[in-house]
Every structure is written in C-alpha cells, then in structure tokens.
C-alpha cells in the first residue's frame, strides 16, 4: 500500500486492530495533556496545529507499550501503513504525528523498512513540512538507506534536486548517522545540487542541513570535510561554512 493512495482510499483498506492502536495512542495522549505547555509547544514550534502538551519522553512512554502489545500487533504491511496514515491523516494535535513517527520506526515493524516504505516517507515528508517533523522521518530514510544503499540512493538523488524543500532537506541529512559507512559519493551529489544559486540553495533549512551533514563526517574524516568545503568556498553559504567547521 503506498502513502499516495487517498485518504479514503486508507481508510477503505482499515483493520479492527489498526483501529483500536490509533484509539489507544489518541486515548493516551489526550489522558496526559497539559494545556498550559501545549500552548507554549505551539508557539515555540509555530504550528498551526494545536499540542496535548505531552513531552516527546512522554509521548514514548505512551506509545512504546501499545506498540509492543502483542494484542495491538499489526500483521501485515497494510495494516502498519494504515495506522501510521491514520494517525498521521487525521491527526487534531501536533503529538499524533510525532506519535505516527515513533510508530513508522518501530523496531516491531523494521521488516518493513525497505524501498517500499518511500513513499509513505515521502508523504510524511512532504505533508509534515516542517522540521521537527521532516528531521524525525529523515531517521526513518536514513534506516532504509543504509541497509538498501544501491536501491535507494536513485531516490535520495532524486529527492535532492525535488521541486520540495523539505525533500530536499532530508536527502542532505539521509546519512547522519552512517558514520563511517557514509557514501561519499551521495553525500557529494546532494550537496553540491543544493549549493547557494540553487533552487532552494538560500533557504536556512538547507543551508543548515548542508553544515549539519558536514559536520556528522567530520567526525569521521576531518581532512575530507575541510577538503570539501574549500573546494566550495564560493557557493557554500557562510552557514553551511561555519557548522561544517565547528568541530574542526
């Protein structure tokens, strides 16, 4: 089932059982809303839509048990990407989202984490379009990603000169967490396709992914950050420039 399918189309495809784990975690997250940091939560993420006022600590503390229930098991590839899409779909509090999230990277369900999961991933990207939600489902294309690089990287290649910021933005940050194992030639292409000049070259989302991609590699190899960065001198913003050294 792909996340392009229409939401009535999702809610066609719905199983008793992704029913009742989206009402468990709604339930849960409604039992502990505090309104008065809900209100500060949105101000300070600038949302339009409204917070329980639940901590992301709390948020894990919530869903981690349902999702670990064996009576709330999803089976099928279907019935995860219906409750992921229902949760995040038909979401009326910001945490819903950050709980459909938790829900997409469940180690329950990593069977699942393949090149089929893009789309969805693409959805949540594009929809969510904003960063705490982009940079949480980064964390999901990064999973895919290292463990499927050749059948992946065309699409992170591809996302990275999308007509879409926020796709953009994730393709920059794909590899935090490779480490070592970081496909330099990737790396390479995504940046450079987001240098200042480019369509969203400008943007401090991408300015600041660009630095934030260099920087996570320069823990690993110094020399090649400081390499890259010089060779770029002129297209690379002062921003990008500045967290890519930070450690250096």
Known sequence: ??????????????????????????SGLADHADPERAAGQQRYMKSTMPFHGVTMGEMRRIVGPIVRDPAHELTDRDQWEVAVLRLWD?????????????????RRYHRWHDLDVLPLAAHLVTTGAWWDLVDATAKLVGEVLATHPEEVAPTIRDWARADDLWLR?????????????????????VIDANLEGSTFGDEFFVRKAIGWALRQYARVDPDWVRTFVADREDRLSGLSRREARKHL
Request: charged letters at 30%.
């Open 169 to 189: 933005r994730v393709a920059i940050i794909s590899q935090l967490g490779a480490k070592a194992d970081t496909d330099l030639d990737l790396l390479t292409d």
């Open 90 to 106: 038909d979401a009326t509090h910001r945490e819903e989202r950050y709980a459909a999230i938790e829900l997409a990277l469940a």
């Open 1 to 26: 089932m792909s996340s392009r399918t229409s939401q009535a189309d999702h809610h066609a495809g719905d199983t008793a059982v992704a029913r009742e784990v989206v009402s468990a975690v709604r």
